[in-house]
């Protein structure tokens, strides 16, 4: 017999490129990995947030969290939400987990992987009390932007998995991809702008380093903030 067709196929939105660990990552996996990652597969059905964090709380999902600055400095100002971050890159989340470390922070979680097939088996609807997606690849060719995150078919699932009232918070500093964002999150009928256009940034998200480089590149950076009606 053959296999049965998966539920979804897709075009992944990230390009994996697999960096060399150093040894302080192998030595954050290792002894870091248990403490922070969540092991999942689809198979396993949906998630039980008060499980995995050991108590029941406001649930974050942040989509990319790079090398983790954002992430455990959002973390460790806002402990009494729980924050699920999604990352592919071991280097990036070794970081993570380091400066959570640090910071002794309770209230994050990684996994490490493909968002979409979390949002589409892992997560409840109406699960969410933010969704973060903070400057994503932007795929800069035109033969490319169908594997961007920011697009109609993943805002609906994102926005689907939001209660009513719940954030939606992007941010960029490519102009043309900003514009599309804008364009796909006010076209999405469940989603209301929080501003006329796009946002200032708020305090809440800290600059980052990644942020500061394309400020010095002379890019502008772009925040958009819509609300779940």
């Known amino acids: 017999m053959p296999d049965e067709e998966p539920q979804h196929r897709h075009i992944l939105t990230f390009n994996f490129r697999q960096g060399r660990n150093k040894p302080r990552h192998d030595e954050a996996f290792a002894r870091l990995w248990p403490r922070y990652g969540l092991e999942w597969t689809p198979e396993d059905g949906r998630i039980d947030p008060a499980a995995l964090f050991g108590r029941t709380a406001p649930l974050v999902l942040e989509i ?9 400095a959002m973390g460790d100002a806002d402990r009494d939400r729980d924050l699920l971050a999604v990352e ?19 209230n994050l979680r990684i996994y490490q992987g493909d968002a979409l097939p979390l949002l589409w088996e892992g997560l409840a609807p109406e699960s969410l009390d933010e969704v973060r997606v903070y400057f994503p690849d932007p795929w800069p060719k035109k033969r ?6 920011i697009q109609a078919e993943h805002v609906a699932t994102l926005s689907g998995l939001l209660h009513s009232g ?3 918070h992007c941010a960029t500093d490519i102009a043309e ?6 364009d796909v999150l006010t076209a999405e009928p469940s989603l209301e702008n929080t501003e006329e256009g796009f946002a200032a940034r708020p305090e809440r998200r800290p600059v980052t380093k990644f942020e500061r480089r394309g400020v010095k590149a002379g890019r502008d950076i772009f925040d958009l903030v819509f609300r779940k009606r």
């Open 144 to 149: 490319h932007h169908k594997r961007r995150i």
């Open 64 to 72: 990319g969290s790079g090398n983790g600055e954002a992430a455990a």
């Open 166 to 168: 719940g954030l939606f």
């Open 88 to 106: 592919v890159y071991p280097q990036g989340i070794a970081d993570l987990m380091d400066r959570a470390e640090e910071r002794g922070l309770g």
């Open 177 to 182: 991809y900003a514009e599309q964002m804008l």
